[in-house]
């Protein structure tokens, strides 16, 4: 389906950050990020060992098949997969200029959020070591509890936030 055809697909044009004066495009108020591979280098290696933890192929969805485990055996594939994870943080590394276009959007007041299929630990471990002083709001992991898609969640927490006075 081209993008023309599909609305919600179309490439959306907003003011330059730098400045709207002059600028008839809606201003940018806000970036959602995902974390590895995006914030963080990629570490694909994780992938291999999760799906070997749990002795599935490497065409089934490792979160998937947890779910679609039998609820007794759900924490224990959930405990494999953190572990892995656990183990990769210690060689967790920013992408390079993350800082400073992190800097930068902070500067532009820019609200920032996170939605990753990672748990909260390896997230905040990010943060924690790379991104001290910066917010991210909402973050969304798959720890997050929620009733509906992620996209949907995000859009509810900021508009709840801005209602609030949040920013």
Sequence with gaps: MSAIACKHLCPRKFAPLSSAEGSTAPPLKGIVFDVDGTLCLP???MFSEMREALGIDRSIDILQHIRELPTADQATAVAKV???ERRAMADQKPQPG???LMDYLKSRGLRRALCTRNFETPVQNLINNHLDGHIFLPIITRDTPMRELPMRHLQRECLCKRSRGIT
Excluded: E, K
Aim: aromatic share 0%; proline share 0%.
């Design 98 to 100: 993350l800082v400073r």
């Design 82 to 84: 953190q572990a892995v």
């Design 43 to 45: 570490q694909h290696h």
